[in-house]
């Protein structure tokens, strides 16, 4: 079932700086399918991204050796509420494959611990397929 002009132009006005398509700044159908579906479906993904963040975090901090040895920019950070307070959501991309089936968007965080990377997640079908920098989700 196709999207009706109307339907089109509604997320096109909804559509904040904060949302990214193509380069051009247009959307295609498939990439509208995922827009809607991931819209629908935002508070249960806000959910289900907490713990795989914090988890990415935990994983980071002990890959650069910050859980033995204290570095101010990655402090200790153990509750999602935690988490919560040091990330900010800066940018929403709606991916476009087109070898592979599914609903692809990539969820972009500024963080305080890594101010030039970021955070980046990407959904697949309203899940968590990666978390990583923010270039993983553009």
Known sequence: MGL????????VE???EII????????LEKQYIAY???IKNWEQIQQNILQPLLDYYVQKRHELGYDVSFDENYPLIETIDQL???????????LY??????RYIGL???STWDEENGLGVVLIN?????????????
């Open 108 to 110: 972009s965080f500024d």
């Open 20 to 27: 990214s398509g193509e380069k051009d700044g247009k959307f």
């Open 4 to 11: 009706s002009e109307l339907d089109k132009q509604k997320i």
């Open 97 to 102: 494959t087109k070898s592979l089936e599914g």
């Open 84 to 94: 919560l307070e040091r990330i900010s959501l800066v940018g929403v991309s709606v």
């Open 36 to 38: 809607q579906s991931f």
């Open 126 to 138: 309203e899940e968590v397929a990666r978390v990583g920098y923010q270039d993983v989700a553009m």
């Open 14 to 16: 909804a559509k904040d």
